[in-house]
């Protein structure tokens, strides 16, 4: 419900300032093949099981260019139309994270800078993100330095820390 939650915020007076991301129409043809990507949560024990709960598996489809989601509820579906979503982009952000009586909260408000990794057209491409302050636009950065395109269409954001196992292969 992103638009009435957008509606509702101006009513209240708020005020939006544009951060757009770039983006591109141009297949990514660099980097490594990644046509599976899995992502396994370990909380704060590198050494400790991953959550079956939050891994997902995401699986590139060249015929659409897109990644399909899956998780252990079964793959990523449109609650309001039954369709299966997928993604032109997925993103991983390692964050540090800080804990307080049992419950995990992102240290810093995202602040700061850390690792990206990145996988379009499947092909993973190591990054890096960059935020200055709270209120500052989060830019993504290829291994260059150059701030990184997005494939139009939709994005998933994976907010994870450095304990997470990021797995691709072809």
């Not at 708020?14 to 990514?28: C, K, N, S, Y």
């Not at 093949?33 to 024990?45: F, P, Y």
């Not at 909260?105 to 850390?114: K, L, P, V």
Request: hydrophobic share 35%.
């Amino acid at each position: 419900h992103i638009a009435q939650i957008h509606e509702n915020l101006l009513e209240k007076g708020v005020d939006f300032e544009e951060r757009p991301f770039l983006f591109t129409d141009e297949a990514r043809t660099d980097g490594a093949t990644a046509n599976i990507v899995k992502v396994l949560h370990r909380g704060d024990d590198p050494n400790g099981n991953s959550n079956s709960a939050s891994r997902a598996v995401f699986k590139y489809r060249p015929e659409s260019g897109t990644y399909s989601r899956q998780n252990s509820s079964g793959l990523y579906m449109d609650r309001e139309t039954g369709e299966e979503v997928t993604f032109a982009n997925v993103i991983i952000l390692r964050v540090p994270f800080a804990y307080d009586r049992n419950y995990i909260y992102i240290y810093r408000h995202m602040t700061g800078s850390g690792c990206a990794e990145i996988f379009q057209n499947g092909k993973y491409v190591r990054g890096a993100w960059v935020r200055d302050e709270e209120d500052s636009r989060l830019v993504l950065v290829d291994a260059d330095g150059g701030e990184l395109r997005l494939q139009r269409g939709k994005t998933f954001i994976v907010i994870t820390n450095e304990v997470s196992n990021v797995i691709y292969s072809e």
